[in-house]
């Protein structure tokens, strides 16, 4: 499973991937399956997601100064927490599988993917909530397939993957290879119809936009140890080279690594902006009321229009949860931990409305969803991937921006401090990429829009149906029970 995840082998193993689970659960009683899923989570969250440790014990250990072996610890103890959610999946698993034979087959198989789809909404939800290595992530190039989730999501994906899984292991169990033969033309077929999709869709249309971006190839290491005068200096090298391209630049999330206003820096900003008819997003950790966040500002010659405060804070890094529980962990932090912002910001700009993620935010489809109620017609994304060295860990997240996209049928864009900075189009293919540590500025061109998608409009319907056919595999058995069948 893990090795199908983007920037790994490749996405076919997803399809298939979590047979051997079901065959390891086969006989296994409540308890041993639970402990055998939560082994099964923690190895998959491990390796999936294995750039990870290198970032603890390398570039966050030496930023803030405390042993490696903390950083190993630290990666440890997250897959130990998101592999828990698969073993409660594992738990309830072995519950119901064995009272397969007393509910309809199809109606068993809802229940199942329903069980696996409400956990990974609880993986994602709260503090400490993480998305990534969703099963649907693994599809993120397979333009044709991932088109559905515009209606259902990607836990409406996962929720199709995870039945494929389930057919599959099912058709090889009870020798029943004519579904096995179904299953593997679908899967193929939906592989054909990607290659072959992008040749049908129509040009882009609509009022287009040139928006500037600036990747300027500086690590949060080095951006600490430099002056607010040599990082504005950076900040002034993009605005010149973009002056007369566009009317609005994008820069990275903690361009600046101190609240600027009120200093000369901004006075010489907004003179900047002025001598070179631009306008600018740059983030920065903005100060109110005593309070830090982890802010965009839209600044113009005028002064600060508006701001956007980072609602979804990375966990140990920018906020503590639980601290009761994980306080242990207090080393993990940054320069400081953050207040989560609380507005939904809607940036208007030349009559266009976008909204601004911040770095992990763009794992989380409810935010861009929101954003898009909100009457975004664009959607951007300020990240500072610099901490990692792995390119994995770099697909990971920009493979965020093609499901967002999607989802939303909004053009998404990214800009990261050292990579990737690169533009989606609304159906999920990637327009255009820079390459990573390399000082770069260009221009993209975007097509804003008001289209509202299913998924827009209804959200993740597919958590209400799993729900639905849970209860009603449950009613059935009690019914039986009752009956004494």
């Known amino acids: 499973m893990a090795i199908s995840m983007p920037g790994m082998v490749s996405s076919i193993f997803v399809w298939f991937g979590l047979i051997p689970f079901f065959f390891a659960l086969r006989k296994a009683n409540p308890s041993k399956s639970f402990l055998m899923g939560w082994y099964f989570g923690t190895f998959y969250m491990a390796v999936s997601t294995y750039w990870l440790l290198p970032t603890l014990i390398k570039n966050i250990a030496l930023f803030n100064n405390f042993p490696p072996i903390f950083g190993g610890l630290a990666f440890v103890m997250f897959a130990l927490i998101e592999g828990l959610f698969f073993g409660i999946f594992a738990l309830f698993y072995s519950l119901i599988e064995k009272y397969r034979a007393q509910v309809p087959f199809i109606l068993h198989v809802l229940s199942l993917a329903g069980i696996y789809t409400l956990i990974e909404f609880l993986r994602g939800y709260g503090s400490i909530g993480f998305t990534g290595s969703r099963l649907s992530d693994a599809l993120y190039d397979q333009i044709g397939t991932i088109q559905i989730i515009s209606f259902v999501g990607t836990l409406g994906l996962t929720f199709l993957i995870f039945m494929a899984n389930y057919f599959i292991y099912r058709s090889i169990t009870d020798k ?30 609509g009022k287009k936009m040139t928006i500037g971006v600036v990747q300027p190839d500086v690590t949060v290491a080095q951006r600490y140890q430099m002056s607010s005068q040599k990082i504005f200096d950076d900040v002034k090298w993009g605005m010149k080279n973009l002056s007369g391209k566009t009317k ?214 597919v958590l209400w149906i799993s729900m639905g056919s849970i209860s009603l595999e449950f009613f059935i058995l009690i019914l039986k029970k009752s009956r004494g069948e």
């Open 176 to 205: 029943k290879f004519k579904i096995l033969s179904t299953i593997s033309i679908i899967i193929v077929g939906s592989y054909i119809f990607s290659a072959i999709f992008p040749v049908f869709l129509p040009p882009y249309t």
């Open 248 to 461: 609005l630049v994008f820069f990275p999330e903690g361009t600046f690594e101190e609240e600027i206003s009120n200093t000369s820096i901004y006075k010489d900003l907004l003179l900047s902006l002025k001598k070179y008819d631009l306008n600018a997003i740059i983030g920065y950790p903005s100060v109110k009321d005593g309070k830090i966040y982890n802010s965009a500002g839209f600044f113009t010659p005028d002064g600060i229009k508006s701001i956007y405060s980072k609602h979804i804070l990375v966990p140990f890094t920018e906020t503590l949860p639980y601290p009761q529980i994980f306080g242990i962990f207090g080393f993990l932090k940054l320069d400081q931990f953050f207040t989560p912002g609380k507005q939904f910001t809607v940036f208007s700009f030349d009559g266009v409305r976008f909204s601004t993620q911040i770095c992990f935010e763009s794992y989380f489809g409810w935010l861009s969803r929101k954003f898009t109620n909100e009457g975004a017609q664009f959607i951007f994304t300020i990240t500072d991937d610099s901490w990692f060295d792995q390119r994995t860990a770099l697909l990971q997240h920009f493979a965020q921006s093609t499901m967002r996209a999607v989802e939303n049928r909004k053009w998404m864009v990214q800009v990261a401090d050292t990579g990737i900075t690169g533009l989606v189009d609304p159906y999920g293919r990637i327009v255009r990429e820079l390459p990573a540590d390399k000082a770069e500025l260009t221009t993209f061109n975007v097509y804003p829009n008001d289209t509202k998608t299913f998924y827009d409009r209804f959200g993740d319907l």
